[in-house]
């Protein structure tokens, strides 16, 4: 029988000596450069996405503020169309009309009445005040008329 030669056994063979490359000393590299550049290309990642939210919350309260600004002049709006009804409502002329409808005249006669500051004292001890009107007739706080009723009273006033 005839013997195939196999691939591998037709290949010269080498020596184990020169099959190995000559080992060398590579010297380090330095990574630093690489961190910086790292740590810089995140702090702008971080500052565009910052800004980026930034931008959003600004717009977003910028659109609330709006909102604010149109309801308060609306209701400006109302308020001055409610002012003008009060004023038609209390308008002379209209409460003339609407008591003359009812029934009501005019008084022929005018009269004052003049109350006793003991009388108005016992009705406000008795039932309690009832608007700030009636307080002031019987107590008056303003300072300056309490300094110049003294000064009255003890000195010529400046």
Known sequence: M??????????????KKTERASLTVVPRRRRWPAVVAGLTWSLVFLGLLGAAVFHTQLAERQLRLDRLDRQVASERERFDELRYARAELRSPVRLAAAASELGMRRGRATTFVSVSPD?????????GPIGDSAVRI??????????????SVTEVTP
């Open 119 to 127: 009388a108005v004292a016992r009705q406000l001890a008795a039932a």
């Open 2 to 15: 005839l013997a195939l030669p196999l691939l591998r056994d037709s290949a010269p063979r080498r020596s």
């Open 138 to 151: 019987v107590i008056h706080t303003d300072p300056l008329d309490q300094f110049r009723a003294v000064k």
